[in-house]
């Protein structure tokens, strides 16, 4: 919006702006930990960041090996940037893999531009569309295992899936497995230097350059208390929403945001380590990212868990190895890891120990190598961004129909009742990742319903 010649005030709640890409010194001074989000496939596939030619303005690093999932007896599944190096590790199932994901990966543009916008449209490659969809529902359903005969290549997806705090299967944890797992082969799953704050610093330095300010530790109780404009966009949960302009939004709309639906949450532990996890398997060393739980059977059932209101004893464990990459996230030789595990909503139980626990499984002496830990449990990331009701990062339940009311039914959910009001958090569509792609939506309807503006050029020529 700055870019289109408007004047742009962004009112940050926090100290410093940020949200999900902030990064810091959790526990010692030189060791620099993400505080959300770690590792970025939507970096090099997003439109949003396409246009905005993210990758001139921040340093990634792209792992050869995406992700991996280490299994009992020193295995471990490992998707490689090569689809071709990834089926041929996967035994028997290589040819499987391979024929559910080549054409995800050969289309990876098209299926961004499905799977990033909200669903109640025709889609621009219908061909696409359909072939995603199919995949997602085998998938996604008790068919999930139909083409596989062994257990690493159905760990390797599920992993993936996982991301979703959902049950497995599901439709909507098949999707964004499938989409993230493409991305894996298709541009990898980058990360950047200095940590996830270099994107906000991209984009807080770009609204600058274009006359663009913003106001830290500056939280918006209502509306009313804004400064007059022409627009607002709000990166709110729809209790935020709620919160700021209840008696203003018609009763229909109130009542649709009041029953809007929030997921489970997470709980988050990063470590200062002596020495890189000693994964029993060697190929795990090379991993931006590994999914730790075990097989197939295994992710699900502590998802189940979850979804039933239990901490699993052995839970889905997300891993990032960012300082193995990045020389600037610990003092030489140490390391820091990020790591978060999938819990109930509103949890206070610290998950540090069955975290350490299920990577000693698969990584003996891991307890060996940790120096200090710092744990963010569920109801205290609710606290850190209010965003995360419950510390759902996801910001609304992420099943179907959390994906098409998303946070109502609409053609257009980004626009409210409220004239020149927007919606552009997790909660509205495309959903959650660091994409930009909720920010672009509704600005792009604000540029348009309320100034008569296209789009500008993001990009740094025009800039």
Not at 110 to 122: A, K, Y
Not at 125 to 137: K, N
Not at 248 to 263: Q, T, V
Not at 291 to 302: I, L, S
């Amino acid at each position: 919006m700055a870019r289109a010649g408007l004047s742009v005030e962004v009112f940050e709640a926090a100290p410093r702006f940020g949200g999900g890409t902030r990064t810091d010194e959790l526990m010692q001074p030189g060791h620099l930990h993400d505080i959300c989000s770690a590792v970025h496939p939507m970096a090099l596939a997003s439109p949003f960041f396409n246009a905005f030619e993210l990758t001139r303005r921040v340093d990634f690093i792209t792992p050869d090996v995406s992700y991996g999932t280490p299994l009992e007896g020193g295995r471990a599944a490992v998707a490689y940037r090569s689809l071709d190096r990834t089926a041929a590790g996967l035994g028997r199932d290589g040819a499987a893999y391979r024929s559910l994901l080549e054409p995800l990966v050969r289309g990876a543009g098209q299926v961004m531009d499905f799977t990033q916008n909200q669903l109640l449209r025709l889609p621009n490659d219908p061909v696409m569309a359909a072939r995603f969809g199919l995949r997602s529902l085998e998938q996604g359903s008790l068919l999930w295992n139909a083409r596989f005969r062994e257990d690493l290549a159905p760990a390797l997806l599920s992993g993936v899936a996982a991301h979703v705090v959902s049950p497995l299967p599901s439709l909507a944890s098949a999707g964004a497995g499938l989409l993230l797992g493409a991305l894996g082969h298709a541009s990898g799953w980058p990360i950047p230097r200095g940590g996830s704050v270099a994107i906000a610093n991209a984009l807080a330095a770009d609204l600058a350059a274009h006359g663009g300010v913003i106001h830290t530790d500056s939280p918006v109780e209502r509306l009313a208390e804004l400064p007059p404009s022409a627009a607002t966009v709000l990166d709110v949960a729809p209790q935020g929403l709620l919160r700021m302009a209840a008696q203003e939004l018609p009763p229909r709309y109130r009542n649709s945001l009041e029953k809007f639906r929030y997921g489970n949450a997470s709980c988050k532990v990063d470590f200062i380590l002596s020495d890189p996890v000693p994964w029993a398997a060697a190929e795990l060393r090379a991993a931006g990212t590994v999914h730790v739980g075990g097989t197939r059977a295994d992710f699900a059932q502590a998802e189940r868990d979850v979804a039933a209101g239990r901490h699993p004893e052995r839970p889905y464990v997300l891993v990032a190895q960012p300082s193995g990459f990045d020389t600037s996230r610990a003092p030489a030789g140490q390391h820091t890891l990020w790591t978060y595990c999938h819990v109930p909503a509103g949890s206070t139980t610290d998950m540090t120990e069955a975290i350490t626990a299920q990577i000693e499984r698969f990584a003996p002496g891991f307890r060996d190598v940790v120096l200090q830990s710092h744990v963010v449990t569920a109801a205290q990331l609710g606290a850190y961004n209010r965003n995360y009701v419950g510390g759902d990062f996801s910001a609304g339940a992420v099943d179907l129909r959390g994906l098409v009311q998303r946070p109502i039914i609409s053609t257009v959910p980004w626009r409210t009742p409220l004239r020149g009001v927007y919606l552009c958090s997790s909660a509205t569509p495309p959903g959650p990742g660091v994409s930009g792609m909720p920010g672009l939506h509704a600005a792009t309807h604000a540029l348009k319903d309320i100034f008569g503006l296209s789009r500008p050029n993001l990009g740094l020529a025009s800039g």
